[in-house]
């Protein structure tokens, strides 16, 4: 339950609309029963307010037109006192004379095709079979975590991903599904084989722009949202019948939780789809958005408008969201988008509050916007702010650009490419964004001194869905390269991102060369661009193997998993290396309670083998030339005793002494 002292507080800028009342009740929307439905909306300017309630969710068939009352702290309210059930619903609201258009909720949970009304559903019929007994797997620590990005529909939609229900959140689900040699896994199977900890689904709740009634016209990645607490239609089997959707998103969720897999919503509130005709501005105009000085909509999202989370009735509208999403939906986690947008206060309470009800929840997101906003920086979560948050993690973009050059010019490589002078931007990723003292800090790509104040404050990561994918990134700034040198400096890469602290972010496909065929914003590029040639896998066994076992390292010694900034600076040590392009670091296993009393990593990020000295004698875990030494199946690789490494040009080296 909200608590009224924590709207208010804050340093929150002034504006016209502080004055507005705050309503702290926790019944916005509808609350039903068989018995009686109670509709409420908020909005303090309208001087009078409609429900209508209709047969279906789309078309005619208008059933009634009831008044609504107005009520407390700028409150309308109607009570229907007969079964409503299957109903749908829209509001209208008149503002100084004029009437609003028929619009649905912003608190609305289930809708008709293509979200133009609200649905009245019973939420128990929306429950799979043995939901009751659903379990998240267990996180001890953020650090534990290695996160699988995937789009519902990239995920089945291929031919050779084998799978019946293609583009739903149903065919995710599947299992049993195989390549067309019918040698390997995909779809869930294989994300299950792969070893990762969490999928995050890129936006799943209700957006905007493809047309529900006709999917396969349209494909978009979902980053403009329509209703926050509605899972989005054309992923489901029926659009029309709204408990569908929620049904087959629970099953999703279900299916991934058997596995031991969670799952995280990637959540875009930083703006909405609409800007003048969304629910929220018709409801209450200019409320829930931030202005610029001349009071128009501001644009630090670069998408229209920007949300104002530090206005009481915007925190608590996401707030309330994030707790939906977990206690009707079971999720583990969430990636804000632009988190850069929220203000600090209203992020570290929903921090604090979602940890209260899931004390293992994984929070993330992107510590910057797309523009300027007229909040202060330091009130904003960004990256530099980072520190201030609470248990919320932000993106290393210093890692992600030190490994393969920046994603805004597509020449630039990087450390894993080759490209000179990257060692600091890559030690820094490697001691995940901490203070360290082996770490020149004057001499990173982006930032100039350590952000993170423990390694769960940092997503380690080189790719994600914006932007181009590693594979090409590596063909386009890496052109002169073979392609098996190319696929050496993404196992590199890889390499890096999996054995740097902090928390581990792969995106999908990249553990078989996933391509967009160049398109680097392929937020609404066809399926043929976007869609995961499972065939790929079959191409490319080696490299899914690697990356398999590297997550399995990674999971079995907690030495690359250190959870204080503290254990960082002071476990693990920098070799001085006199070859530029060349990184090594040894991690005191025994000191972080690792079974291996010391780890060595060597990084070569050049086109030329190089030879390091070592102290006393290792054993190879992983060979030089970013290949497992023995079978990735076995639970115990063999060895071989070193006492001085080559390693070959674009490699990864993992070493121990027992
Ligand atoms: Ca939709």
């Known amino acids: 339950m909200l608590i009224l002292t924590q709207l208010f507080s804050g340093k ?8 507005y009342p705050v309503y702290t009740g926790t019944d916005l929307g509808i609350s039903y029963t068989p018995q009686r439905s109670v509709f409420k909306i908020w909005a303090p300017t309208a ?15 208008l059933a009634v037109t009831v008044p609504m009352v107005k009520s407390k702290n700028g409150t309308w309210v109607t009570t229907v006192f007969t079964d409503q059930k299957n109903k749908f619903y829209t509001f209208r609201v008149n503002i100084n004379g004029t009437w609003s ?11 008709g095709v293509n979200g ?12 799979p079979l043995n939901w009751e007994k659903d379990r998240s797997p267990v996180l001890k620590n953020p650090a534990d975590a290695v996160i699988y990005e995937l789009h519902v529909r990239d995920a089945s939609l291929h031919n050779s991903a084998g799978i019946k229900h293609k583009g739903k959140f149903s065919g995710l689900a599947e299992t049993g599904t195989l390549t067309p040699d019918g040698n390997r896994s995909t779809g869930l199977d294989h ?23 006709n999917p396969e016209a349209g494909y978009n990645w979902g980053y403009d949202p329509l209703h926050y607490n509605v899972p989005e239609g054309s992923y489901a089997s029926n659009p029309y019948e709204p408990t569908v959707r929620i049904l087959e998103f629970k099953q999703l969720v279900q299916a991934f939780h058997q596995q031991g897999i969670g799952i995280i919503m990637d959540v875009v509130y930083n703006h909405t789809a609409l800007t003048e005709k969304s629910n929220f501005n018709q409801l209450v105009p200019g409320y829930y958005y931030r202005q610029d000085k001349g009071g128009k909509f501001s644009n630090a999202t670069a998408c229209g408008n920007e949300t104002a989370s530090e206005r009481p009735m915007f925190r608590k509208f996401m707030l309330e969201s994030l707790l939906y999403w977990v206690n009707e939906y079971h999720i583990d986690g969430f990636r804000f988008d632009l988190m850069g947008v929220h203000d600090i206060e209203t992020m570290n309470l929903i921090s604090r509050e979602l940890h209260k009800i899931k004390p293992d929840i994984l929070l993330y997101g992107e510590g910057w916007t797309a523009g300027a906003s007229p909040l202060p920086d330091s009130l904003r979560a960004l990256k530099a702010n980072a520190a201030k948050l609470d248990r919320i993690a932000v993106f290393s973009d210093d890692l992600r650009d030190g490994i393969k050059g920046s994603v805004f010019e597509h020449a630039d490589r990087g450390f894993a490419s080759g490209k000179p002078a990257m060692e600091e931007s890559i030690k820094f990723g490697v001691v995940a964004s901490c203070p360290h003292p082996q770490v020149d800090y004057k001499k990173i790509n982006y930032s100039k001194a350590p952000w993170a104040a423990s390694p769960a404050n940092t997503v380690s990561y080189c790719e994600c869905h914006d932007n181009h994918v590693l594979f090409d990134k590596l063909a386009i700034s890496a052109s002169t390269a073979t392609v098996i040198e190319r696929e050496q400096m993404q196992r590199l890469a890889l390499s890096i991102v999996l054995t740097s602290q902090g928390i581990s972010f792969l995106h999908a496909g990249t553990e078989f060369m996933r391509s967009k065929k160049g398109v680097e914003n392929s937020y609404n590029s066809p399926d ?5 040639d499972w065939t790929l896998k079959s191409l ?13 390292m990674r999971k079995k010694h907690p030495a690359f998993r250190l ?10 040590r920098f070799s001085a290396l006199t070859i530029p392009g060349t990184i090594a670091f040894e991690i005191d296993g025994k000191a972080a309670g690792d079974e291996w009393s010391k780890i060595m990593v060597c990084y070569n990020g050049t086109p030329a083998d190089a030879e390091i000295p070592l102290t006393g004698k290792w054993e190879k875990y992983i060979h030089e030339n970013n290949r497992v030494i023995a079978d990735p199946q076995s639970d115990v690789p063999g060895s071989k005793e070193v006492n001085k490494l080559k390693i070959a040009s674009y490699s990864c080296s993992v070493l121990y002494q027992q």
Do not use: C, W
């Open 116 to 127: 133009k009304r609200g649905a009245v559903v019973d939420m128990k019929d929306t429950n």
């Open 191 to 213: 994300i299950k084989d792969l070893g990762v900890t969490h999928v995050h689904l890129l936006p799943s709740y209700d957006y905007n722009s493809v047309d529900e009634s």
């Open 12 to 19: 929150a800028q002034k504006s016209p609309f502080s004055k």
């Open 563 to 572: 959870q204080t900034a503290d254990a960082i600076a002071r476990f693990i």
């Open 101 to 111: 258009d028929e619009i649905t909720d912003p608190y609305v949970k289930a809708v």
């Open 540 to 552: 490319h066994p080696g490299l899914n193997g690697y990356v398999k076992e590297l997550i399995s």
């Open 528 to 532: 043929s661009i976007n869609a995961i």
């Open 47 to 61: 001087r009078a307010a409609e429900l209508r309630l209709y047969h279906s969710g789309t078309g005619q068939h």
